[in-house]
């Protein structure tokens, strides 16, 4: 397989005896389910989904480089019970350290081009958030227009820092040529955000969504994540109770919505990237967000698992299809049998996510909100 050959300079195989200790694994654990690089490379044709560890946190910390964070996280997660047999994994190793952050860069965007180059879905696993880049610029070499969704309790903007952990957003968002249609930002803390940010986001039609308004209605998060190509997951996202190396805040998401969300990414047949970033397990106690990380892939599999089952929007007969008009609008609603997930139709025929609210909304003659941003970025 050539493909191997153009990855595998880049990538450091890791130990499974390291990982599972004098016992192994048992029957049944996701660690004896998973081809992983330990002794041989492994046959990815077979996987669909692909895991990669990057250790590089110098965007975040001046010549400090986090070496366990990938390999903590396989640790608790290897031991979790393998229930989605329909779903093949393999995991490739730790993307070699780059002399320089910019070789980092460059080494992980290598590797992820090459795995989406043959179809599969990559999940990255450790290192600082501006690693989210290489996720982006995999997209941009392949000149593909992507939405792209964030779940971060800060808007990295900060033009004033030094780390481009604190100002990757910038050159993401305004890179030229630019290849984002369009950006969500969810579970942002208000007091993290200087005011007039919201309001320069809210002019270039981009969608950010406070805290407090999704742990409210998270299910109204489902059809942004589902639009969606690229997703990325800051763990400073998660409140400290839950994730205790986050000692950015004490607020945030809990355990179970932080599974949510990623559950939301699983499900969509368009999120090809997702990366969980910001572990540092030296700030951590008992293993704990380790542990939660690694649940949060268990759900992002579970995700994956069910989406499969979903039909497309051209097998008319697997939905339920509702024609209403509002403001004077016509348009058709489908609603899944199959998953009972939502999708509306905009002026120029194309269907795009949406909820049972935006029905609801529509069906008292009121112009949905998801509806009206969609019309205005067309």
């Known amino acids: 397989m050539l493909y191997n050959l153009n990855i595998i300079d880049f990538l450091d195989p890791i130990s499974l005896q390291e990982l599972s200790g004098d016992e192994g694994y048992k029957d049944g654990q996701v660690g004896e389910q998973i081809s992983v690089y330990d002794q041989e490379f492994p046959d990815l044709l077979q996987a669909d989904l692909i895991f990669v560890g990057c250790r590089e946190e110098r965007g975040a910390k001046r010549g400090k480089t986090n070496f366990n964070a990938p390999d903590a996280i396989r640790e608790q997660f290897f031991k979790l019970y393998y ?80 780390l481009k952990n604190d100002n990757f957003l910038m050159e993401m968002l305004t890179d030229e040529p630019n290849y984002i249609h369009h950006y969500n930002h969810i579970g942002f803390q208000s007091y993290f955000v200087h005011p007039n940010m919201l309001e320069t986001m809210d002019k270039l039609r981009f969608d950010c969504f406070r805290l407090g308004v999704v742990k409210e209605s998270i299910e109204e998060m489902e059809p942004v994540i589902r639009n969606s190509n690229l997703f990325s997951f800051d763990i400073s996202a998660i ?76 097998e008319r007969d697997a939905f339920n299809e509702y024609h209403t008009a509002f403001a004077e609008v016509q348009t058709t609603f489908l609603q899944s049998k199959k998953t009972n997930r939502w999708w509306m139709q905009l002026p120029d025929q194309k269907y795009i996510a949406c909820s049972y609210k935006d029905y609801l909304l529509a069906s008292s003659n009121e112009i949905p909100e998801r509806w009206l941003r969609a019309q205005e970025r067309s």
């Open 83 to 162: 229930w989605h047999g329909d779903i093949k994994m393999a995991d490739v190793g730790n993307i070699k350290q780059g002399s320089t952050l910019a070789d980092s860069y460059a080494a992980l965007k290598t590797v992820l081009t090459e795995l989406l180059n043959i179809g599969k879905t990559v999940v990255i696993l450790g290192g600082s958030h501006d690693l989210t880049l290489s996720q982006y610029h995999t997209y941009a070499s392949r000149k593909k227009l992507i939405e792209v969704t964030c779940v971060d309790a800060l808007i990295d903007i900060n033009i004033d820092s030094q």
């Open 239 to 314: 409140a400290n109770s839950f994730a205790p190396a986050n000692t950015y805040s004490p607020n945030g998401f809990n355990g179970e919505e932080a599974c949510t969300l990623i559950r939301y990414a699983g499900l969509s047949p368009n999120v090809s990237s997702v990366g969980i970033y910001g572990y540092n397990p030296e700030k951590d106690r008992d293993n704990l967000t380790a542990k939660q990380i690694s649940q949060m892939i268990w759900y992002l599999l579970d995700g994956k698992s069910k989406g499969r089952r979903e039909a497309t929007l051209s």
